[in-house]
C-alpha cells in the first residue's frame, strides 16, 4: 500500500515558466491537500480538495496558482509564470473523510526558480 | 499573524535524557494538537496528538502536555534516542473532524540528540 506520492522530487523552474506538481493519494483516500514550506519557515496551508471539488483555497496567493483534482489522475498544483519567490518545498497530504487525527504527507517537491 | 509559535527554533539534548518542545498559540478556537517529525528531504510524519478535553496524552516515549488556560503544549520525549534527531511541528486545528482539513503549523524546533 503505497503511501503519498509526489512528482517530481525536485524541480527547477527558469522565472516567467510554469510550474506542475503532482501528487497521488494513498489508496482509498478521497481529500488532498496542499501546504507550502518557505525556507527556515512551517507549514503553510494552500489548498484542499476533494475529487473535482476546491473545499478551501484561503491559503492560495490570489494569482498564478491553481489547484485541480480530476476524477482520475493525481492532484495537480500549477504555478504560472514562477517567480524567485515561490522556490519552497511544496507537500501534498491525503486522508480519508473520517480521519480525525491529521493525514499522511507525501516526501514534497523542491521548487527552485532560477 | 503567527497562530501557532513555537519560540525555540532549536534543541540539544543528551541521549537518555528528557526533550521538551514547547509550543504556543493565540487562536481560542483551536481545539486539537497534532506534533509531526520532519526529517530532511522527507515530509512530516504524524508522531501524537490531543483533543482539548484531555490534558494529557501518552504515547510510548512521547507525551504531550495541554494546558488550555495557558494556550500552551508541550512534548515531551524521554528517552531520548540519536533517532529522534529532526525537526518537531505543533500544529492546530478548531476540532478533531477539521483536523482532516487545514492545520495551521508552528515554524517547527530542531532537535538534536547527541549520542
Known amino acids: 500500500n503505497a503511501g503519498v506520492m509526489q512528482n517530481p522530487r525536485h524541480l527547477v523552474r527558469r522565472r516567467g515558466q510554469e510550474a506542475r506538481l503532482r501528487c497521488s493519494p494513498m489508496k482509498g483516500h478521497s481529500h488532498v491537500y496542499w501546504y507550502r514550506q518557505l525556507p527556515e519557515e512551517g507549514l503553510k496551508f494552500m489548498v484542499y480538495?476533494?475529487?473535482?471539488?476546491?473545499?478551501?483555497e484561503s491559503g492560495m496567493p490570489k494569482e498564478r496558482f491553481s489547484a485541480e483534482f480530476p476524477k482520475e489522475g493525481p492532484s495537480i498544483l500549477r504555478i504560472q509564470q514562477v517567480v524567485r519567490g515561490d522556490s519552497a518545498a511544496y507537500f501534498c497530504a491525503s486522508s480519508p473523510w473520517d480521519r480525525g487525527y491529521g493525514y499522511t504527507f507525501g516526501s514534497g517537491t523542491r521548487l527552485t526558480v532560477v | 499573524d503567527q497562530q501557532v509559535k513555537q519560540n525555540s527554533p532549536s534543541l540539544s539534548v543528551q541521549e537518555g535524557r528528557i526533550s521538551i518542545l514547547n509550543c504556543d498559540y493565540t487562536n481560542s478556537m483551536f481545539d486539537y494538537f497534532l506534533w509531526y517529525k520532519k526529517y530532511p528531504a522527507e515530509g512530516p510524519t504524524f508522531l501524537i496528538s490531543i483533543s482539548s478535553i484531555k490534558d494529557k496524552n501518552e504515547d510510548g516515549r512521547f507525551t504531550v502536555f495541554l494546558n488550555k488556560s495557558a494556550k500552551h503544549l508541550s512534548l515531551h520525549i524521554v528517552p531520548s534516542q540519536p533517532g529522534d534527531s529532526a525537526v518537531y511541528f505543533c500544529a492546530a486545528s478548531p476540532s478533531q473532524k477539521a483536523a482532516g482539513n487545514k492545520l495551521t503549523f508552528g515554524g517547527g524546533t530542531r532537535v538534536l540528540v547527541k549520542p
Open positions: 480538495l476533494q475529487k473535482e471539488n476546491i473545499i478551501d
